[in-house]
């Protein structure tokens, strides 16, 4: 039984912090490359970043990248989200994929496999 469950999401106001975290069970994420998404009312889903735990690669999108870091402990990758904007405001999720099937960080590339429900951040002042 393949679970992740993405966590950490809250109301912030501009210029703070959230650290997300999404936990896994029933597979072993140093196998897997995993993102990071969000989807925005009205808005496409977008990949915001994405480390592929086989090689050590990290993307990071335009609009995230200098204030987003990912991480990966054992079974759980986090995302600490800084100097954060109203324009972040947006549903996240994680995703997992077996590393050797890597492509790219985009919602597309990883539509068929595990997806967490989704956890919310709000930024407004």
């Known amino acids: 039984q393949v679970q992740l469950v993405d966590s950490g999401g809250g109301l912030v106001q501009p210029g703070g912090s959230l650290r997300l975290s999404c936990t896994a069970s029933?597979?072993?994420?140093?196998?897997?490359?995993i993102g990071w998404f969000r989807q925005a009312p009205g808005k496409e889903r977008e990949g915001i970043s994405c480390?592929?735990?086989?090689?050590?690669t990290i993307y990071y999108s335009d609009s995230v990248k200098g204030r987003f870091t990912i991480s990966r402990v054992k079974n759980t990758v986090h995302l600490q989200t800084n100097s954060l904007k109203p324009e972040d405001t947006a549903v996240y999720y994680c995703?997992?994929?077996?590393?050797?099937?890597?492509?790219?960080?985009?919602?597309?590339?990883?539509?068929?496999?595990?997806w967490g429900k989704g956890t919310l951040i709000i930024v407004s002042s």
């Open positions: 995703a997992a994929l077996p590393w050797q099937r890597f492509s790219e960080c985009t919602p597309d590339a990883y539509g068929a496999y595990y």
């Open positions: 480390i592929n735990s086989g090689d050590g």
């Open positions: 029933g597979l072993t994420l140093a196998n897997y490359a």
